[in-house]
């Protein structure tokens, strides 16, 4: 996974957020507390399949991250997701309110079974 912008979009970084996207849902869910857990185990994913946190120093040369960096850029990834999810959330819930208005209104009236008288009660 490569910090920083300009980068272009390589394979370990799309890899990365599909496993983002694996616990984002999760992470949305958790308390606070439970959120940084979430978070090193993206990290461990990462680095179970070989993958590494990777930033370029001044020199240009790879460096790997430090633990805490890491942590801020996967849970940075995780909180983007978790607003693309609510954000996907609220619009297909305004979609299918729309479609709900446009639906045809059928209203049913109860019917009543009185004892011979034509009151009824509610």
């Given at each position: 996974?490569?910090?920083?912008r300009?980068n272009?979009?390589?394979?370990?970084?799309?890899?990365?957020?599909?496993?983002v996207?694996?616990?984002?849902?999760?992470y949305?869910?958790?308390?606070?507390?439970?959120?940084?857990?979430?978070?090193?185990?993206?990290?461990?994913?990462?680095?179970?399949?070989g993958?590494?946190?990777?930033?370029?120093?001044?020199?240009?040369?790879?460096?790997?991250?430090a633990?805490?960096?890491?942590?801020?850029?996967?849970?940075?990834?995780?909180?983007d997701?978790?607003?693309?999810?609510?954000?996907?959330?609220?619009?297909?819930?305004?979609?299918?309110?729309?479609?709900?208005?446009?639906?045809?209104?059928?209203v049913?009236?109860?019917?009543?079974?009185?004892?011979?008288?034509?009151?009824v009660?509610?």
């Open positions: 996974v490569v910090f920083g300009g272009g979009t390589n394979r370990q970084n799309v890899e990365f957020r599909i496993i996207d694996r616990y984002a849902a999760v949305m869910l958790v308390p606070r507390r439970e959120k940084t857990r979430i978070a090193e185990m993206v990290i461990a994913d990462v680095e179970n399949r993958g590494r946190f990777l930033f370029k120093d001044k020199g240009e040369i790879y460096k790997v991250a633990k805490d960096e890491m942590l801020r850029k996967v849970m940075q990834g995780l909180r997701r978790v607003k693309h999810l609510l954000r996907d959330r609220k619009r297909d819930s305004e979609s299918q309110n729309d479609e709900d208005d446009q639906a045809p209104k059928t049913t009236t109860p019917e009543f079974v009185g004892r011979g008288d034509t009151s009660g509610l």
